[in-house]
């Protein structure tokens, strides 16, 4: 009897498997596992929660509410989650803390002890040089639905972009892979097999619409337990998903290492890529493979071995100036590792999204195809303004991104915030781009011996004006737009 009301005073014992879910709208749902052993007040164990596993390093309160603030270790740096448990009767919620603030309470409920629990750590493969694919002998052109719908993407908006890029010349100019960012997936079967969630009903017959189109159906993925919107991502099942994504027609695979970092360190990245390169030259199709991992570990010095066509360069673009300017203009020092086959991703296109101006979006795409970066709009192709139609559709600055020399510019002068870049092109001809980074128009001389040309070239062409430039002697200037660019294809 005693123990009895000691117990109740105490409230039920907490002990167990709890999961908080909160429903995603497309079947399934973002989850959070606390497993906790309760000792008096004392609440110890784990929490699950994104792409990490806290271990609970400080409880507080009770009976009715803790306060639980979990740690992990990540690359040698901290980082925390607080979480509020509460107890109400016989329900639990647990209601995220940040900024001392918390949350809306998610209910939980127990669940069995090995629920959310990760997948065993494989010990990564030894290196080898995955075979060649043959793809992307120039920068992949296409579009990427995360930019503009992060998660509200949908088989009707994918349908509705392709019909779009189909018949508004942009397929014609060379956009042609459509891909499906995060937030496709639903949960595995019996048997393992991804499918797709509510969202997407049938992923082969997008696909066959999409090829129907005369387009390329691309995917996302990553090599974690999940990715990084918490969805279901590859890691464990590699061969049966680059099998699965075949079978589907997918022909563009975007790989992102997000949820890998529960289970792996970054130098395991290279050998974890490869198991996913592997997969996908067994896979029976020929599939782009797209690796997004921020340009961490200096993955341009790897990622052809692992059969990677593109690797990003830098964590993620947002549709702002100084995000593009910032990104756009450190790439310098790569230029030797982008060549046919294997590319610089500096992350795809915001020309369009609305977060700057149209001579901004120009500075944008014209700075992405000197770099020989893949091009990937990001906007809502269903719905664009003719300025950024003809952004986008500017067939000449398209040739310089598309050269079959596939040689990254590089910056050839600085001058505070102007500079200029040059890429030499397959035919002989050079690009030439003038930049303005300032906040004032700016007049930017370009003496041509400066750019390693021992004659001033014979004639050269202003590709957003689409008109010859006239040329004089030792140098040419020109007056640049704060945030703007002229770009030159020069004739020796
Ligand atoms: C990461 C990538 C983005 C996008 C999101 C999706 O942040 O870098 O490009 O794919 O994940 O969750």
């Known amino acids: ?44 164990g784990t929490i699950r929660a994104g792409q990490s596993v806290y271990t609970i390093s400080n409880s507080e309160g009770g009976p009715e509410r803790y306060t ?12 925390r989650a607080t979480f509020e448990m509460i107890v109400s009767g016989d329900t639990v919620s647990f209601a995220p803390v940040r900024n001392g603030a918390a949350g809306v309470p998610i209910p939980a409920h127990r669940v069995p002890d090995s629920d959310g629990a990760l997948p065993p750590r494989v010990t990564p493969p030894a290196l080898h040089q995955v075979p060649d694919n043959g793809l992307a002998r120039t920068p992949p052109m296409g579009w990427n639905s995360w930019n503009k719908f992060h998660t509200r993407v949908s088989d009707e908006i994918v349908r509705g972009v392709a019909d779009a890029i189909a018949s508004n010349g942009m397929r014609d100019a060379g956009y042609v892979y459509i891909t499906i960012d995060d937030t496709w997936e639903g949960e595995r079967d019996a048997n393992g097999v991804l499918h797709s969630n509510n969202k997407f009903p049938d992923m082969k017959a997008l696909a066959d619409y999409v ?90 010095k790897w990622g052809p071995k692992v059969g990677g066509n593109l690797w990003r360069t830098t964590g993620d673009i947002s549709d702002r100036w100084e995000s593009m300017d910032r990104i756009g203009f450190s790439q310098n020092d790569l230029a030797p590792y982008a060549g046919p086959g294997h590319w610089n991703d500096p992350d795809m296109l915001e020309v369009g999204n609305g977060g700057m101006t149209d001579t901004e979006y120009r500075t944008h795409f014209s700075l992405w195809s000197m770099l020989a970066a893949p091009l990937i709009a990001g906007n809502d192709v269903r719905e664009m303004t003719p300025a950024i139609r003809e952004i986008l559709l500017n067939r000449d600055v398209i040739a310089i991104d598309q050269d079959k020399l596939g040689k990254q510019a590089a910056r ?81």
């Open 211 to 300: 090829h129907r189109k005369g387009l390329k159906l691309g995917i996302y993925s990553g090599p974690g337990p999940t990715t990084c919107e918490g969805y279901e991502a590859s890691g464990g099942h590699e061969e049966q998903d680059a099998k699965t994504f075949a079978a589907w027609g997918i022909d563009y695979l975007k790989y992102d290492w997000c949820g890998a970092r529960m289970l792996h360190r970054e130098a395991e990245e290279q050998a974890v890529y490869q198991i996913m390169g592997d997969a996908l030259a067994a896979s029976g199709r020929k599939i782009v493979f797209s690796l997004c991992q921020y340009g961490r570990d200096e993955v341009w």
């Open 68 to 79: 639980l603030t979990g740690t992990v270790l990540d690359e040698g740096r901290e980082r």
């Open 412 to 492: 050839a002068w600085k001058s505070g915030e102007q500079e200029i870049w040059t890429r030499p092109l397959a035919n002989g001809d050079t690009a030439v781009a003038l930049f303005n980074r300032g906040k004032d128009a700016a007049s930017i001389t370009v003496h041509w011996s400066e750019l390693g040309m021992n004659k001033p070239p014979s004639r050269a062409r202003d590709l957003w004006l689409h008109q010859e430039v006239k040329l004089a002697g030792a140098r040419y200037t020109s007056e640049v737009p704060s945030h703007g660019v002229v770009l030159l294809r020069v004739r020796h």
């Open 1 to 44: 009897m005693l123990g009895f009301a000691m117990a109740a005073a105490h409230g039920a014992d907490l002990t167990g498997n709890w999961l908080a879910a909160t429903p995603n709208g497309d079947g399934t749902s973002r989850k959070l596992w606390f497993h906790v052993k309760q000792e008096g007040d004392r609440i110890t």
